[in-house]
């Protein structure tokens, strides 16, 4: 099973011709569509025109050119919001990725826009997004869950814009407040670089590549493993010889070391790529249990997925308040 | 295997393939593989699209795929219940397994709805009389389906019931001529004109009243692959008694209930945008008030004769 | 709701690569690149993109000189309603910031 994710995903970055075995085709097709990440093979692959596959693909890239329009038109929209102001934005993921035209944006399926602040400029922005029309969710305006968010979240409560419904997520840090793993981002925003011409800024190609394997690894965004491999695939891809060698002391200096080792454990694992042991060594046995369930789709997936969700809450918060948040979670749906 | 028409196909080997996901319907630009364990839907597909094509394989290539399961594992055996499942997580209401083939016909457009892109989707009935289209608009209680079935029976190829499929590329319409379903009144008027032996066995007490399908027919699915040009687009209204009635209308408001009733317009962008113009060219749109389905027809007639104004 | 901040003095364009139109009877069609959404424009509003369109403006000019692009008195399009058509088009993301 290991091997043929391990192909599956080679064909998802064009590494291997697609198969001449027709059945094998299919199966990898119908994988790439469950995944979500059609958008990003059709990007690579070329299907003969005028055959199913091409139409696959057609409808994919059409589907996915949305995501990317959308993206750089709320960032292009946020820009607007906060002109004249001298705050400039962190894009975060897909974004950014969109924005600086990397290929780990293309043909990738986004949901919401994430934008990171520096703490003191918090106010200011949610007030200006508020006046651009972006409110408060339904689901998130009452008042325990404003507290909630702000006293121990690393976002504000989402807002949605009223005409356009996109969602944005404003980030004051990487992760909560309660988090077990606790990266630096002041040090990740004092590396940050602007967007040539543009009122924005980036993480570095080294922290968005941290960025990204704290969110797969620390964050929970495990449900799509295949889309969020193919992520870091991608990202680590654009790092230089040089910042690739500097990746892991970085990891250690911004204390992302974990997720980090895991990511990297994941690029050599399926996507056989030759890097270097740093010192980060292998993922605790119980991650790499739960990674490969999930990646390789394995008996015990369903359980895989309990236990990511139950971890990602615990790596979130102390179990005395994870219990609390439950509770009081469970009660209000009651 | 190649593709072949259902009914040439033994009985025994469509049922294992529905089961065993190894069939796709091919009609229209659409191939489906269908994932089919219930029984009552599977003989509701070997009686209502035995003319359509199909593929028997493990090596289809398919735009979409159809699961018809049952919710969970408890309702398999308890309280029998069944969703469709179009293989993301769409959050679709169990039916009543006696309802099953409901839970397909619905899980079909979902597909269309929410999974194409290469074509603009519009809700609208569509048939054709040579290369020439007609548009009937979806309006709730309008009875778009009912002159959609009685138009079939005019000499009028049936598209679809249920969208409009606007190619981006060339602006023409193209044909996905599945089971055309009929609502409460409307299928003792159809079985009177279509011949009950073309209609399926009524579904009673669903969410929607009771509801049957017309069969699919084997002209429109040789016809298929012909394109049409949209040249009239009618907003039709049933109104018990009525006398008829034809309103002329402005054909930019025409435009925007299109845009409004599409559920990927603005997923596509731009290529739906120029082919949605262009297909506007030279097209007329009309609200047509009527009481019967007799007069429902002849507005149609007197609509197709007129000159261009 | 506005699109943003705004000031007398920051000039605007409307850039004629980020969007398509189309006439269907008395009624334009506009088709918005960046944002991907259609847009239904009556004759005034359309006015108001080709004015910017034509060329970079400060707010001031805008509000006080777009009557004089429609050939009509200053009553008739008094600088309130001249501002109302370019916050629409700036809700739309149709309109840039270019200076000062």
């Given amino acids: ?334 | 295997m190649t593709v072949v028409i259902m009914k040439d196909l033994p009985e025994a080997s469509v049922f294992n393939a529905l089961s065993e996901k190894r069939l796709a319907l091919k009609l229209g630009p659409f191939a489906t593989r269908l994932n089919i364990g219930d029984e009552l839907t599977q003989r509701f597909i070997l009686d209502m699209y035995q003319e359509a094509q199909v593929e028997i394989g493990n090596e289809l290539l398919c735009d979409f795929s159809m699961t018809v399961r049952p919710p969970n594992l408890y309702r398999r055996f308890f309280r029998k219940q069944i969703v469709p499942d179009p293989g993301f997580n769409f959050p679709a209401v169990p039916l009543p397994s006696a309802l099953s083939p409901l839970a397909l016909e619905m899980g079909l457009n979902l597909n269309v709805a929410l999974q194409c892109f290469r074509f603009a989707i519009f809700h609208a009935g569509v048939v054709a009389k040579g290369s020439e289209a007609l548009i009937i608009s979806a309006k709730s209680g309008g009875g778009k389906s009912t002159l959609t079935a009685a138009l079939m029976e005019d000499g009028f190829r049936l598209l679809s019931d249920e969208f409009a499929i606007l190619d981006i590329q060339d602006a023409t319409l193209k044909a996905y001529p599945r089971p055309v379903s009929l609502k409460n009144q409307a299928i003792d008027v159809v079985k009177a004109f279509a011949g009950s032996e073309n209609v399926s066995a009524t579904f009673t007490d669903t969410p929607k009243g009771n509801i049957a399908y017309r069969r699919i027919r084997a002209s429109d699915v040789a016809a298929a692959g012909q394109p049409a040009s949209a040249s009239i687009i009618l907003f039709p209204e049933f109104v018990e008694g009525a006398a008829p009635q034809i309103t002329q209308i402005d054909l930019a408001d025409a435009a925007m209930q299109l845009i409004a009733s599409s559920p990927n317009y603005q997923v596509i962008g731009e290529p739906a945008f120029t082919a949605l113009m262009v297909m506007l060219d030279g097209v007329q749109a009309f609200e047509i008030k009527y009481g019967n389905t007799e007069d429902s027809l002849e507005i149609v007639h007197d609509l197709l004769h007129r000159e261009p104004s | 709701m506005t699109a943003g901040p705004n000031k007398e003095d920051w000039v605007w364009v409307s850039n004629p690569d980020h969007y398509l139109c189309r006439q269907v009877g008395d009624t334009s069609f506009v088709y918005n690149r960046l944002s991907g959404t259609t847009h239904i424009f009556n004759l005034v509003s359309k006015a108001m993109l080709d004015y910017l369109s034509a060329g970079p403006k400060s707010l001031r000019t805008i509000v006080t000189e777009f009557h004089m692009f429609l050939e009509v008195p200053a009553e008739e399009c008094p600088r309130g309603v001249a501002r109302r058509l370019f916050d629409e088009l700036d809700d739309i993301g149709l309109v840039q910031r270019v200076g000062p």
Avoid at chain 1, 158 to 169: C, E, G, N, Q, S
Avoid at chain 1, 230 to 246: I, P, V
Avoid at chain 1, 285 to 300: D, G, H, K, S, V
Wanted: aromatic share 8%.
């Fill in chain 1, 1 to 334: 099973m290991k091997q043929e994710i391990q192909e599956f995903l080679a064909f998802a970055v064009g590494d291997l011709p697609l198969p001449a075995n027709t059945e094998t085709l299919s199966g990898f097709i119908a994988w790439a569509q469950r995944e979500h990440i059609m958008g990003q093979v059709a990007a690579v692959i070329d299907a003969e025109p005028g055959s199913k596959l091409s139409d696959i693909c057609e409808n994919a890239k059409l589907r996915s050119s949305y995501d990317r329009r959308m993206l750089t038109y709320e960032t292009d929209r946020i820009k607007r919001a906060l002109l004249g102001t001298g705050v400039e934005p962190i894009l975060l993921k897909g974004s950014a990725y969109v924005a600086e035209h990397l290929f780990a944006g293309v043909g990738r399926r986004v949901s919401d826009i994430d934008i990171l602040v520096e703490e003191s400029d918090l106010e200011q922005v949610e007030a200006l997004l508020k006046e651009a029309g972006w409110q408060p969710e339904a689901t998130t305006e009452n008042e325990y869950d404003q507290r909630y968010y702000r006293r121990w979240m690393h976002e504000l409560p989402p807002l949605r814009h009223a005409v356009r419904r996109t969602i944005i997520d404003i980030h004051h840090r990487l992760l909560p407040r309660t988090s077990r793993l606790n990266p630096d981002h002041l040090e990740m925003i004092k590396e940050a670089r602007a967007i040539e011409g543009e009122a924005l800024r980036v993480l570095s190609p080294t922290d968005r590549f941290i960025h990204s394997a704290i969110h797969v690894f620390g964050d929970g965004a495990m449900e799509t493993p295949a889309r969020s491999f193919l992520e870091l695939y991608y990202l680590y891809k654009d790092l230089s010889k040089a910042e690739g060698q500097a990746l892991y002391a970085r990891a250690i200096e911004v204390r992302s070391d974990g997720p980090v080792a895991a990511a990297l454990w994941v690029l050599r694992q399926y996507f056989g790529l030759d890097i270097a042991d740093e010192g980060q060594g292998l993922p605790s046995l119980r991650l790499r249990f739960l990674i490969r369930q999930l990646a390789e789709n394995r008996r015990y997936r369903r359980l895989a997925e309990i236990l990511l969700y139950i971890r990602s809450h615990y790596m979130r918060m102390p179990v005395r308040q994870l219990a609390r948040h439950l509770w009081h979670k469970a009660i209000r749906r009651a």
